[in-house]
């Protein structure tokens, strides 16, 4: 939903590296969004679209890696991925679960010319 | 050419950062922040009252309020007694830590040990944004249904005390109170847990000690 200040601190971040890199044109990003952060494909590029017009950046591909929900049980200690809704350890049922994977949301790399 | 450049940086950092520098203010001058959050009409600012009414007489109290629209909740805050500074956030629909950092300033920190910082009513976004605060606390309640855990994860995780208010009218909903459990254990495993109501006084007597040991526990470290 904040898809726009975050985009515009993606391309702060991107400028700075790029800058710090000397680079003349960044042609591609590099997103790790992990499943349950709330961020939504479409709107940062929607948003990215229009605040990178006029940078260096302007016309790099975003590239999303999306990483899955990982939870592992307090109980019994066994470590699986989310599967549809249901939270419980499949191994013992317990909810006592912690989530260990899966909150991300950071620029991993960036490719530049 | 092309070449890669590692960057690994968390987008939502410069409020991170600042949150972090928020903190570090408060510590500096010992003074303990709570961070209040809620759907609107959950009941924040009543269980607030009710809980600067029992504090105010055994430490020194301050509360930031913030809002889109009036200084409503400040002015009722005000009325206890204690300091206040309504802060109106001109649309967005939560507090970030740029706003709290602008308003530390307005606080007398040093007469200070509790802030109460209320939050922008709304169960999504104040999630994603830290204030830098001691204690995030959820008030959930009655009327608003127990699969709100289920629905809303990212809120309920993000918080280490739940209060379940109204609970004056649990005869009147089909509230399922296992279920709710359920769901908030799933998320948050030992959450403090409180089931209140602001408008009879149930429940507060476990809210406020718990509380209070938190407040004593911080207060009384170098």
Not at chain 2, 12 to 35: C, E, G, P, W, Y
Not at chain 2, 70 to 78: G, H, N, P, W
Not at chain 2, 178 to 197: C, I, M, Q, T, W
Request: proline share 5%; aromatic share 8%; with cysteine.
């Amino acid at each position: 939903m904040h898809e726009l200040p975050f985009v515009e601190s993606i391309l702060k971040i991107t400028l700075e590296h790029a800058e710090r890199a000397g680079a003349k044109r960044v042609t591609a990003l590099y997103l790790v969004i992990g499943q349950m952060s709330s961020i939504v494909d479409d709107s940062v590029q929607f948003y990215w679209d229009i605040l990178s017009k006029g940078t260096i950046a302007e016309g790099a591909k975003l590239h999303f890696q999306r990483i899955p929900a990982v939870y592992r049980c307090w109980d019994c200690g066994h470590t699986y991925e989310l599967d549809g809704e249901h939270l419980a350890c499949p191994r013992c049922g317990s909810v006592r679960v912690q989530l260990v994977q899966g909150d991300e949301f950071r620029l991993d790399s960036i490719e530049v010319e | 050419m092309t070449k890669k450049v590692p960057v690994v940086e968390n987008i939502l950092k410069a409020n991170d950062q600042l949150a972090q520098s928020n903190r570090q203010v408060l510590d500096a001058h010992r003074t303990f922040a709570i961070n209040f959050m809620a759907s609107p009409g959950a009941g924040k600012t009543s269980v607030i009252l009710r809980t600067i009414e029992a504090l105010k007489d055994h430490y020194r109290l301050a509360g930031i309020d913030g809002d889109i629209a009036t200084t409503i909740d400040a002015d009722r805050i005000a009325a206890t007694g204690i300091p206040a500074v309504q802060i109106n956030t001109g649309g967005t629909c939560h507090l970030d830590a740029v706003m709290v950092s602008n308003a530390l300033p307005q606080i007398d920190l040093d007469n200070t040990d509790v802030l109460i910082i209320e939050n922008v009513g709304n169960l999504i976004c104040p999630a994603n944004f830290p204030l830098g605060v001691h204690l995030n606390v959820l008030v959930a309640s009655v009327p608003e249904g127990a699969d709100k855990p289920y629905k809303y994860p990212p809120m309920y995780r993000g918080v280490q005390a739940l209060l379940l208010n109204k609970v004056d009218l649990l005869p009147y909903f089909d509230f399922d109170v296992d279920y709710f459990r359920k769901g908030v254990e799933a998320l948050n495993p030992g959450l403090a847990f409180f089931p209140v109501s602001a408008k009879t006084g149930e429940g507060f007597d476990d809210w406020i000690a718990w509380l209070k040991g938190q407040i004593d526990a911080y207060l009384s470290t170098e």
